[in-house]
C-alpha cells in the first residue's frame, strides 16, 4: 500500500507544472520629506511585465534600470531604462518576453525625463522570468 501511494504521489509531481519565475520589487529612494519612497518598480514573471509607479508628488519622474542575463560587467551596466512621466498615482506597464528561467534584475529611482539626469537609486533586485 506504502508504495503504491508514494508512486500516486510522483505521478502528480511529475504531472504539475514548474513553477520558475519570481517576481520583484525595487524601491526609489525619496528625498521629500513626508514620502517613504519616490518610486516603486516591479518585475512580474508572470508574463514578463515592468511595472513602475509613481508613489510621490516630488516633481520627479520614476525611472527604472533593467539588466537582464547575460548582466552587464560594467560598474554601472544595464540593457535598458524605463520612465514613468505621466504624474504621481500612476503606473506604466512595458510587457517583454524572455526565456523561462532567465535572470532579470531591476533598480528603481528618480530623475528629470527631459535631462536624463537621474539618482535616488534603491537597491537592485533580482527575479527570474
Not at 519570481?22 to 508574463?47: E, I, M, N, P, R
Not at 514613468?84 to 525625463?113: D, L, M, P, R
Amino acid at each position: 500500500m506504502g508504495t503504491l501511494v508514494a508512486a500516486a504521489a510522483l505521478i502528480g509531481i511529475a504531472g504539475s507544472p514548474a513553477s520558475a519565475g519570481t517576481s520583484v520589487t525595487s524601491w526609489g529612494v525619496s528625498l521629500k520629506q513626508g514620502c517613504s519612497y519616490a518610486s516603486q518598480g516591479t518585475f512580474d514573471h508572470d508574463g514578463e511585465w515592468f511595472r513602475l509607479k509613481d508613489v510621490c508628488a516630488d516633481g520627479w519622474s520614476p525611472v527604472m534600470r533593467v539588466d537582464v542575463a547575460p548582466y552587464s560587467s560594467t560598474t554601472n551596466g544595464y540593457d535598458f531604462a524605463i520612465w514613468n512621466t505621466t504624474g504621481n498615482g500612476t503606473t506604466t506597464n512595458v510587457n517583454k518576453s524572455y526565456a523561462e528561467g532567465t535572470g532579470v534584475c531591476i533598480q528603481a529611482g528618480s530623475g528629470e525625463h527631459s535631462s536624463g539626469e537621474w539618482g535616488s537609486w534603491g537597491y537592485w533586485t533580482c527575479g527570474t522570468a
